[in-house]
């Protein structure tokens, strides 16, 4: 009698994606027009300019150092100096 063991060996190949904390979603139309922000999924406020989004991403306890760096900020719909409707 014959016994075969079968050693599998695996790697789990560790896979980021990034997903920034901070998202500011497209302009809402308006009189004044805003961009929702998110942090973590969940909305937080509203902004008219990118201050506003410094200023709400420091109450959650965020240093930005790169609005351009996507692994920091997601911006949907147009970029930073996207604040008003297309």
């Known amino acids: 009698m014959f ?3 079968l050693y ?3 790697e789990i190949a ?3 994606v ?3 904390r901070i998202t500011v979603l497209g302009v809402q139309p308006g009189p004044e027009p805003f961009r929702i922000v ?3 999924g969940n909305m937080v406020g509203e902004a008219k300019d990118v201050t506003d989004v410094l200023e709400i991403a420091a ?3 965020i240093t930005v150092h790169d609005l351009d ?3 920091t900020v997601r911006w949907v719909g147009g970029n930073r100096y996207t604040w008003r409707p297309h």
């Open 14 to 16: 560790s896979l980021r």
């Open 18 to 20: 990034s997903r920034p």
């Open 59 to 61: 109450a959650h306890g």
């Open 38 to 40: 998110e942090v973590d």
């Open 3 to 5: 016994r075969f063991t």
């Open 69 to 71: 760096d996507p692994d």
């Open 8 to 10: 599998v060996m695996s």
